[in-house]
């Protein structure tokens, strides 16, 4: 898809942790890792994370993934 800006986060994750998150100060908060190659895309999804209770791990570009 020319134009498409894509970012990996959920393929590593079980679909049942997303239901029940972890916030923020918790001992068992949790983060996961994000891949893109495009910054303003990786915010984009930083912030919805934010929003989900999740932190955020840069684990590079979507090549490095």
């Known amino acids: 898809m020319p134009g498409a ?3 990996k986060t959920f393929s590593t994750i079980h679909f049942g942790h ?3 998150p972890h916030p923020s100060g918790a001992l068992d908060h949790s983060a996961l890792p994000i ?3 495009d910054d303003a895309a ?3 999804v930083t912030a ?3 929003r989900l209770d999740y ?3 840069d684990a590079g570009s ?3 993934s």
Do not use: P
Request: proline residues 0%; aromatic residues 0%.
């Open 5 to 7: 800006r894509t970012v």
């Open 42 to 44: 990786n915010e984009s």
């Open 48 to 50: 919805l994370l934010d």
């Open 35 to 37: 891949s893109g190659d």
């Open 18 to 20: 997303l239901l029940s």
């Open 55 to 57: 932190d955020t791990v």
């Open 62 to 64: 979507t090549s490095q």
